[in-house]
């Protein structure tokens, strides 16, 4: 049974740049959350998404945008890339119809912002 | 703002030693949930812990929670070197009827053998 995956494992682009993140959530799962970790800081959740739509946001600006595909697996896009955008980044799944929300964690995405 | 905030921010024990870790948080929860990660990598789900339990197991782990003080401990027993981690509780702090985990900074344990 595998867990939750994500592709690439590292990724340097340059400011301005866009990228996009993959991942694969868990089998049985169907919720898909996104996390972005700076070096030092617990993880910050940026949004998740839930039957294709996106279900709740944090606090992060339009430039980060999401889509999940039937098949539960998600991307995460980011466009004009800043310094600031280099950190970890984290997916996990969930299944959402149990209450307690108890999620697994995907490996992370190096995002390193030049 | 964090929602949970860890304490210690790091803690450096001897092998065999117990390691206690506390979480302080400023709203009501559904539950609180404790997660390890190892060197910048992925989180690992150790405990949750819902709002009506006040203290739970599992294996060298013990979870309390109080309500009433908004916080809550993880102890780790007889710590092994490669219990060395950083520790994050995390709480689902209720949000347009969904419950969104929101996370602290973290405790940065080290276990010396």
């Known amino acids: 049974d595998a867990g939750v995956t994500q592709s690439p494992t590292h990724l340097i682009k340059t400011r301005g740049q866009q990228v996009t993140l993959r991942c694969s959530p868990k089998?049985?799962?169907?919720?898909v959350s996104w996390y972005q970790q700076a070096l030092g800081q617990g993880p910050q959740f940026i949004f998740q998404y839930y039957e294709e739509e996106e279900r709740q946001r944090g606090n992060f600006p339009d430039r980060f945008s999401g889509h999940q595909f039937p098949n539960y697996s998600s991307e995460l896009n980011v466009n004009a890339l800043l310094l600031g955008d280099s950190a970890l980044y984290l997916c996990a799944s969930s299944y959402r119809g149990i209450r307690t929300y108890e999620q697994y964690f995907g490996p992370g995405t190096r995002l390193t912002v030049t | 703002s964090q929602q949970g905030e860890e304490d210690p921010q790091a803690l450096s024990i001897q092998e065999g030693e117990n390691a206690t870790m506390n979480c302080s948080y400023k709203t009501s929860i559904n539950n609180l949930q404790w997660y390890r990660q190892n060197s910048g990598r992925g989180l690992v789900h150790l405990i949750l812990?819902?709002?009506?339990?006040r203290e739970k197991h599992s294996g060298r782990l013990r979870v309390t929670l109080d309500t009433s003080k908004k916080s809550s401990s993880l102890l780790i027993t007889a710590s092994r070197a490669a219990d060395t981690a950083s520790y994050f509780c995390a709480t689902d702090a209720p949000s347009g009827g969904s419950y969104i985990p929101t996370f602290g900074r973290g405790t940065s344990l080290i276990v010396h053998p």
């Open positions: 089998s049985g799962h169907d919720t």
């Open positions: 812990i819902r709002s009506n339990e």
